[in-house]
C-alpha cells in the first residue's frame, strides 16, 4: 500500500443506502426546467426556499472545500436595488424570491483546516486523507502574494509533466477563480433542480451589474459574481418559446 489517496482504495466502513427513487422522477423534473421570464404572484413558501438552499450545499465540489455563498436577497430594499442590478429585466422583477450565487476564492485556507479537524477527529481516517487536506491542498491552492508561488508552480509542472501525469492547475489568481465557478455552478444547477421538484420555477440571470451586487452584499475581491437565480411559480405566459437544442451530433462524442 503506497499511502496515495489519487490511487489507494481504502475501506474505511462507510456504507450507504444505494437504493433510488423511480428514475422517471428525476427525468420529469430534468426535462420540465425552464428558464421562467415572468412569475405570478404564489409565494414561496420559507420551509420550501430552506430546502432549495440546502440543497446547494450537496452538490459536488473540488477537494470538498466548497468555495461557494448564496445569499437569499429578502430585504425589500435590497431585493429592489438586486432587481435593479439585474437590469429590471421581467425574470428578477416578477420573482418571488432571488438569490445570489457567488464562488469564493478567499475561504479554501479556513475549509482545508476545518477539513482537517473533522478528519482528525473521525476514527477510520487514513493517513493520506489527513495529509492531503494539511499539506497538498495548502500546496495545490496557494499563489503567493503576486501570484509569484503560482507562477513557480507553473514552471515547475512543466518540468514534472515532461516525465509524469502531472496536475497542471491552478496555478493564476485566474485559475483560482474558474476552479471556485465551476464548483459554485454545480450547486447552482442544484438550486434550480430542487426547485422544479418543489413545483417551482427559475431562471438563472448572468446579465448583472456584478459590481454593483457585490457592493449590495459587501463582498470583497475574494468573492466572484456567477448569477442570481429567481424563484417562484410561472406565470402562463413565463416561458417565451419551445426548448431550443441544437442536434446531440454537434456536442456528444465517442472517442
Known amino acids: 500500500m503506497s499511502d496515495n489517496i489519487f490511487t489507494d482504495i481504502p475501506d474505511t466502513g462507510h456504507r450507504e443506502d444505494t437504493s433510488i427513487l423511480d428514475h422517471k ?21 420559507e420551509e420550501d426556499m430552506n430546502t432549495i438552499l440546502e440543497s446547494a450545499l450537496l452538490a459536488p465540489n473540488s477537494s470538498n ?7 437569499w436577497v ?33 475561504t479554501w485556507k479556513d475549509n482545508a483546516q ?15 486523507a489527513k495529509t492531503y487536506y494539511s499539506k497538498l491542498v495548502p500546496l495545490a491552492y496557494s499563489q503567493g502574494p503576486l501570484g509569484l508561488f503560482g507562477l513557480l508552480k507553473r514552471v515547475g509542472l512543466f ?23 465551476k464548483s459554485t455552478a454545480l450547486a447552482c444547477e442544484n438550486i434550480m433542480l430542487s426547485a422544479r421538484a418543489l413545483g417551482y420555477d427559475s431562471c438563472p440571470m448572468e446579465g448583472a451589474d456584478s459590481k454593483r451586487i457585490k457592493e449590495l452584499l459587501g463582498l470583497g475581491s475574494g468573492s466572484h459574481f456567477v448569477m442570481v437565480i429567481s424563484i417562484g411559480k410561472r406565470a402562463e405566459n413565463g416561458v417565451y418559446g419551445p426548448q431550443i437544442r441544437f442536434a446531440k451530433e454537434k456536442f456528444i462524442h465517442i472517442v
Do not use: Y
Not at 77 to 102: D, N, R
Not at 114 to 128: I, K, R, S
Not at 159 to 181: C, D, I, L, N, Y
Open 25 to 45: 422522477d428525476f427525468f420529469s423534473v430534468l426535462h420540465s426546467r425552464r428558464s421562467v421570464r415572468v412569475f405570478d404572484d404564489t409565494p414561496v413558501k
Open 65 to 71: 472545500l466548497q468555495p461557494w455563498s448564496f445569499f
Open 74 to 106: 429578502k430585504s425589500s430594499e435590497k431585493k429592489q436595488a438586486l432587481v435593479e442590478a439585474c437590469l429590471s429585466q421581467p425574470a428578477a422583477k416578477t420573482a418571488q424570491e432571488l438569490i445570489v450565487c457567488i464562488a469564493r476564492t478567499d
Open 114 to 128: 476545518e477539513m482537517v479537524q473533522l478528519l482528525e477527529n473521525t476514527e477510520g481516517t487514513p493517513a493520506a
Open 159 to 181: 518540468f514534472v509533466g515532461m516525465s509524469k501525469v502531472t496536475p497542471r492547475e491552478p496555478v493564476s489568481h485566474g485559475q483560482m477563480r474558474t476552479w471556485a465557478v
